[in-house]
């Protein structure tokens, strides 16, 4: 394969900002928190993009809120992902977060949770291109930093209109737009449609990256392939495999698909992560964060079914710590005895 990869990877550039490649990490609530960025961005991402921030919280100065924006020196360029639906209220949230220190903004026109959509923000502003317009004018004209916006193809199957925004997203200034190949009726449904994507990509002159559904390096070549765009962004794919996006890199530089690393050291990776999410999070807070990113770590090992009981029982971090280390030994001492 070395060699037949020509063309998959390349540098994007936003703004001021020449990334090291092509591939994002794409923003997941509850998951892509300071430390995952941290470390996936950490082993090799291009790109690593905040959890979704309400923009009304933003500017009421939420306690939580502000522990969503902080960054850490790996990130940089820092990317914050805005959700809100008046566009007064989005310019201050965006240019709040560019006095925090954030390099890029983000626009979330793509979230289909009930929760945002019917406070018309997420992918509930691919049914008002008007609003949708003055959104990004606004947060665009708000701040000296480059605006990227992520969306889905449409609302529904009738109203595929991605194309349209992403025109109207170009003439107000966006620099990069990501394409979540469903509609915001299929959820997370159905398949995403790369093809489509390439309506997108076709529509405008800016970086367009493809999202959803890609797993593996060859998820990610098809992904490529038939959207014709410019990069990838992966969610699900990545829980528990910060490795992944390096990985995905390394494949469109020169075809090689990479192993995943070594059990000691997916071990130490999971014990950094932890350690860092208990810093990040505190002690309470933290243990819960931590349980899904150990059982994704763990997933397929053996007794990782057990392990994951045990974890969920766990009250303090010293408890979790040792669970790990034990867990991994006994898995290291089975795979040197095969
Ligand atoms: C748990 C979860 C939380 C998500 N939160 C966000 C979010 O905050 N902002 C956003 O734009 N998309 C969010 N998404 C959508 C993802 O960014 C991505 O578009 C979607 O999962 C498809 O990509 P994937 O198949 O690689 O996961 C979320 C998805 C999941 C599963």
């Known amino acids: 394969m070395v060699g037949a990869m020509t063309g998959f990877h390349k540098n994007i550039i936003i703004g001021p900002y020449e990334l090291d490649g ?18 996936v961005k950490k082993m090799g991402a291009s790109l690593v993009v905040s959890e979704m921030i309400a923009s009304q919280a933003m500017i009421r100065d939420s306690k939580r809120t502000m522990k969503m924006v902080e960054k850490c020196p790996e990130e940089h360029p820092a990317t914050v992902q805005l959700a809100g639906c008046d566009p007064d209220v989005m310019a201050e949230a965006a240019k709040l ?35 949708a317009r003055r ?13 990227t916006l992520k969306m889905r193809t449409g609302w529904d199957d009738t109203s595929r209109n991605a194309p349209e925004l992403a025109k109207i997203a170009q003439d107000c200034g966006i620099q990069l737009l990501v394409v979540h190949g469903r509609t915001r009726c299929q959820l997370y449904n159905g398949k995403s449609d790369w093809s489509f994507i390439r309506q997108v990509k076709e ?31 992966v969610g699900r794919g990545s829980y528990g495999r910060p ?22 050291v997916q071990k130490e990776l999971l014990l950094e ?24 770590y763990s997933r397929g090992l053996k007794g990782s079914n057990d392990f994951r009981v045990k974890i969920n029982q766990s009250k ?9 280390n034990n867990f991994y030994e006994t898995v290291l001492e089975e795979h040197s005895r095969e």
């Open 273 to 296: 992560h932890f350690a860092d999410i208990i810093e990040h999070h505190g002690e309470v807070v933290g243990i819960k964060m931590a349980r899904k990113h150990v059982s994704w």
């Open 316 to 324: 303090s971090s010293t408890d979790v710590h040792q669970l790990i």
């Open 22 to 39: 092509n591939v994002f990490l794409a923003p997941c609530s509850g998951v892509t928190d300071l430390p995952f960025r941290k470390i």
């Open 203 to 233: 529509a405008v002159n800016i970086p367009v990256i493809a999202n959803g559904d890609i797993v593996c390096e060859d998820t990610a070549l098809q992904a490529l392939k038939e959207s014709g765009a410019d990069g990838v962004m």
């Open 135 to 147: 959104i990004i004018e606004a947060t665009v004209k708000a701040v000296n930093l480059p605006v």
């Open 97 to 131: 977060n560019e006095d925090m220190g954030a390099d890029i903004i983000d626009i979330n026109m793509g979230c289909p949770a009930k929760k945002v959509v019917n406070g018309y923000a997420g992918s509930a502003l691919m049914k008002d291109l008007e609003l």
């Open 243 to 264: 490795w992944f996006l390096k990985h995905l890199q390394e494949f469109f530089k020169n075809g090689q698909k990479c192993q995943a690393p070594e059990i000691a």
